[in-house]
């Protein structure tokens, strides 16, 4: 029993003292860094000022991050929408026993597996580029001008040009999430609705739905992880100071960090960046709290 606990012990020790070093310290000390008014992030403890909730109060003060928290639900309201039902719906279809399943499974999660700096660029550069990308000469082709003349990276559609690229290239990661729950469904639920006479769309309604309350949880969560972390497209469509069509707090984050030259923010502030990333962290649980309580697990097997 003691060579046991002993064996124990000499694995799971480094391991947690690895993930408290990587992991829970950095956590403990960003929590302490928002408190304080912290010019650089590598500054010692000896430099930092205590500010209190002075730094929270900023930020919700600060237009920009007020408009960076507003771009950043509708990413998540809308863009959650589009995604989760456009992948629903593309699950529903590739478990129905069609031909060349799996090859339309690669097909759709394909932007996945592509640098999301390579996708970013290829919509800008290719698809809405307002002289030779594609969404201009399909237009223009088919003889509809005024969708042709639309200037997709203007501030006025900058949004919903980052919305619509960043979601193409969502889909396909949710839709094997919906597969993975609809494949474990049993066929005979499906099989005893037939012979009742319950058609495709009931069946779906009344079988499939409310056996994927679980996944609809995990999808809900996932993407509210994702979006909380959205940076990369955000900074490729306005890539040298943020556009307040398109910044969100993780951009504006970084530039508090790392300074930049705006009107808005005029220098590093390190113990601001600390909080927005508590906003985020306290964000994500109480998300993952209202999902669970909002969707409860109802008395339902497979």
Known sequence: MKRNKGMILAFTVPGTLLFASVF?????????????????????????????LGNYITLFRSSLFQQSLWNIFKIWV??????????????????DNIKG???FQAVIYLPNVISAVAM???????VFNSSYGFLTRFFSMIGWTSLAEIQWLDS???????LISYCFGMVGRHMLIWISGIERI??????????????KWQQFYYITLPLLKGILKTNIIMWSISIAGFFIWS?????????????VPIVYMYFKLFGAESVDIVSRDAGSGAA??????????????????LLKDDALEF
């Open 235 to 247: 900074q490729l469509f306005s890539p040298l100071t943020p556009d307040t069509s398109t910044v």
């Open 101 to 103: 399943k799996s090859f």
């Open 120 to 126: 970013a660029t290829m919509w800008i550069q290719y």
């Open 186 to 199: 049993g066929s005979g639920y499906y099989e005893a609705a037939g012979i009742d006479g319950a058609n």
């Open 156 to 162: 006025d559609n900058k949004f919903w040009a980052l």
């Open 24 to 52: 829970v310290y950095p956590i403990i000390r960003t929590v302490f860094m928002s408190f304080f008014s912290i010019t650089e992030i590598t500054d010692s403890i000896s430099k930092w000022s205590f500010n209190g």
């Open 78 to 95: 809308y863009g959650g929408g589009i995604v989760l039902g456009v992948s629903l719906l593309l699950a529903a279809i590739l478990t």
């Open 276 to 293: 927005i990333g508590v906003i985020l962290c306290l964000t994500i649980v109480i998300i993952f709290n209202l999902v669970n309580r």
